[in-house]
């Protein structure tokens, strides 16, 4: 939280990713109450209209606060509204909590990316690392040419083993080859 709000601070766009939908929903939820960033209006006007799930009940609420989240229980309409605000030159939307649903073949350019948790949740709570070449594409959305002249990405670890694993597989690691399924 307090890296958050030292990058808003410098006028910064940030994702956030988290493993989880519940750990987005829930940084979305308090970035966007303990926060106090003026709410992005035009996105949320530009939200569908219709019958709200939860998650879409949570996403306006955190839209009025300048945040938003953006995980695959919103509906693809609410993700490319999201998506699209964010873009949006003087955004009123300041962070986006995600999860890994932001990464891949979407293009949200930001100035800071932190990634907080580096393993995909399984059934029966097994969970499986994510792979470099996934790493590098979330940190690859900070520092956009044509966005940002710079980027800043952090991974958040919690030991000093964690954090040399983490520098030597991810940071210096080599993406994975790709293979045709």
């Known amino acids: 939280v307090p890296l958050v709000r030292k990058i808003v601070k410098e006028g910064k766009l940030v994702i956030v990713f ?23 209006t035009e996105a949320l006007e530009a939200l569908p209209k219709g ?16 945040v938003a989240l953006h995980t695959s229980n919103l509906s693809r309409d609410e993700r490319l509204v999201v998506e699209e605000y ?7 939307i300041r962070v986006i909590a995600a999860t890994t649903t932001l990464a891949m073949g979407i293009n949200t350019p930001t100035e800071a990316v932190i990634i907080v948790g580096l393993q995909h949740p399984g059934p029966s709570g097994n969970s ?17 040419l044509g966005f940002v002249e710079h980027g ?8 000093s083993r964690e954090e040399y694993d983490y520098w030597n597989n991810y940071v210096l690691g080599e993406p994975e080859d790709l293979i045709s399924r």
């Open 128 to 144: 499986e690392p994510y792979s470099v070449a996934e790493y590098k594409n979330m940190v690859g959305r900070a520092g956009r």
């Open 86 to 92: 964010f873009r949006v030159r003087n955004s009123k």
């Open 51 to 66: 019958d709200p799930t939860t998650m879409s009940e949570v996403l306006k609420k955190c839209l009025e606060g300048g």
């Open 152 to 159: 800043s990405s952090y991974l958040l670890a919690l030991t």
């Open 18 to 40: 988290r493993e989880k939908t519940g750990e987005a929903k829930g940084t979305a939820n308090y970035l966007a109450e303990s926060f106090g960033l003026p709410p992005a």
